[in-house]
């Protein structure tokens, strides 16, 4: 149970303090700053009970860490903007150790090489094909249908040289 309340709580405070990140100027009414204090008594109000100093430091600096791995892991560059180019499937190689990032509702067909699915949280690739979904480190198979359904640093890593069909925006690492 008090697991499950951390995970909760943990993503609440990520969303909130990326929210605040990416607000206009920081201190004002559009983006308050955030206190220790004020998180602290945020956490116990949403558990209902006071938490140990322990407990809110761990909570607080996973928080932290998490907005911080989101934030170095966003990419800040579109390759491929929304054109009518865009909207059309174009081969894309990729040498190994690469990373493409997917914006939303890129969609990609892996034609040729080692592939896995780059992924960070609890949501994954879509693969329209299977009707499935593929998370973190999943080998990804050839010809079929895979969608990024959100700009959250989701993409794939390429193990080997590969081509792959892009529709849509993406950048690559």
């Known amino acids: ?6 995970k909760i709580l943990i993503s609440s405070l990520a969303i909130l303090a990326a929210t605040t990140v990416y607000a206009s100027t920081p201190g004002t009414q559009q983006d308050p700053l955030v206190s220790r204090s004020y998180l602290e008594q ?7 009970t006071e938490l140990s100093d322990e407990v809110l430091e761990n909570i607080i600096e996973t928080v932290i860490a998490n ?12 390759q491929n903007p929304l054109t009518t180019e865009a909207l059309q499937f174009g081969p894309v190689f990729l040498e190994a150790g690469t990373v493409l990032i997917g914006d939303t509702g ?3 067909i892996i034609r040729g090489g080692v592939v896995q699915a780059y992924v960070y949280g609890a949501d994954g690739i879509v693969n329209l094909t299977r009707g499935t979904e593929h998370f973190a480190d999943d080998l990804l198979a050839h ?18 040289d590969s081509w792959v069909m892009i529709r849509g925006g993406y950048s690559i690492r």
């Not at 945020?42 to 209902?48: A, D, E, S, V, W």
């Not at 907005?67 to 579109?78: A, E, G, I, K, Y």
């Open 1 to 6: 149970m008090m697991k499950n309340l951390k």
């Open 42 to 48: 945020r956490l116990n109000q949403l558990t209902g």
């Open 67 to 78: 907005v911080m791995f989101q934030l170095q892991n966003t990419p800040s560059v579109t």
């Open 106 to 108: 890129t969609e990609l």
């Open 143 to 160: 010809n079929e249908l895979l969608l990024i359904p959100r700009r959250d640093a989701r993409g794939i890593r390429v193990l080997s």
